[in-house]
């Protein structure tokens, strides 16, 4: 573009004119805006979320790896927790009811790191009483805890099933520490109580950073010999459920721009419609009909653009409040929230985003290029 073409444009796009035209250059792209900016607050929640759930799967779980033998600490990456763990099952029976669990067997060192950071427990303050048994102390969800009416300090009976020996075993437990209830698909009926208590085989629960590669790292267990398996094949099913949360946004992704190519469209007219007269004038002073469809083209795009970027910002910014809806949501439909997290770090996933605001932009380069060049023929 030559500088008078670049100027015309400078000018139609809003450098120089007042806020009342710079809003009415935007007032045809409204509707993309908001388009834009759901579109952008769903991916950052459903990223969100799905991200939580599979590092829940990993806390809550068998570990981010699970192994038969103890691993060497040199073959995980830094930070990586090691823990022995049984697992059984058993029925709670306290004074305002009774629940079916699953018992893992733990050591006292299981929630002092990375996983204690993440479940934000509450310990208890009460001291055992002197004389005879003292109660095992045990480790349960908050969504278990109000199901049983249940508080730190309180007691209850566990009826363990020993399956080596064919029977039920009665223990007087009491609740050490309650966690947030997060992932309640995992942890309403998750209990823990030491170690010793399980007589079944153990296994090795292997807590991975966030963010590591439980993939790479059960492979380099395989390596070592050691047999292994990362918390995606663990929980398949539950995985491929998060998996196929975030694959079904990439149709919609597909319908927004198309949406986005219809908007900008009726955008690019709308302009040709305001500045009919100004493209007279050009076109009277020899300029062609390629070189104004070249001016509208980018008038058009650098509005569809800011359009997408101010969406995005707006989407991301609203997604910073989600976990707030999501708490509320939980506290009044409780049950609707079972197979998701009711709680997580809010997450901006930028490379999706921007692959969003981009295809937009290609989009609408190619619609505008069309009616552009369909509107000046007449």
């Known amino acids: 573009m030559d500088d008078a073409s670049r100027l015309y444009a400078a000018r139609k796009s809003g450098q120089g004119m007042t806020r009342g035209y710079i809003l009415s250059s935007f007032s045809p792209l409204i509707i993309l805006i908001i388009v834009t900016a759901a579109l952008s607050f769903a991916l950052s929640f459903i990223f969100s979320m799905s991200s939580e759930i599979e590092r829940m799967l990993a806390v809550l779980g068998s570990g981010s790896v699970r192994c038969s033998v103890c691993a060497e600490s040199s073959l995980l990456p830094d930070g990586s927790e090691i823990s022995e763990v049984r697992t059984g099952n058993g029925l709670i029976y306290a004074e305002n009811g009774e629940c079916a669990v699953a018992v893992k067997g733990t050591d006292s060192d299981y929630f002092s790191g990375m996983r204690g950071d993440e479940l934000e427990l509450t310990f208890s303050n009460a001291q055992s009483a002197e004389g005879g048994r003292a109660p095992l102390p045990a480790v349960l969800s908050s969504s278990l805890a109000d199901e049983l009416s249940l508080e730190t300090g309180d007691r209850f009976t566990l009826l363990l099933w020993e399956e080596e020996l064919g029977r039920a075993r009665p223990v ?21 109580i030491p170690l010793a208590e399980l007589s079944s085989a153990s296994y090795y629960e292997v807590l991975l950073p966030s963010g590591a590669d439980a993939d790479a790292a059960a492979e380099t267990l395989w390596r070592a010999g050691i047999p292994a398996s990362s918390y995606k094949d663990v929980y398949s099913s539950l995985y491929m459920n998060v998996r196929a949360s975030i694959s079904i946004l990439y149709p919609i992704l597909a319908a927004i721009a198309v949406l986005a190519a219809f908007f900008s469209s009726d955008a690019a007219q709308i302009y040709l419609s305001r500045d009919r007269e100004d493209i007279k004038v050009l076109m009277m002073l020899g300029m062609s009909r390629r070189a104004v469809r070249g001016i509208y083209l980018r008038i058009t795009v650098m509005a569809v653009a800011a359009a997408a970027f101010i969406g995005i910002i707006i989407g991301s910014a609203l997604s910073l409040l989600s976990p707030l809806l999501l708490e509320a949501a939980a506290r009044r439909e409780p049950e609707m929230l079972s197979f998701y997290v009711t709680s997580f770090t809010p997450v901006i996933p930028l490379p999706a985003l921007l692959f969003m605001a981009v295809l937009l932009i290609l989009v609408s380069v190619i619609s505008v290029s069309f009616s552009l060049r369909r509107r000046l023929r007449r």
């Open 172 to 192: 007087l437990c009491s609740v050490s520490a309650i966690f947030a209830s997060v992932y309640p698909q995992l942890d309403s009926h998750l209990l823990y």
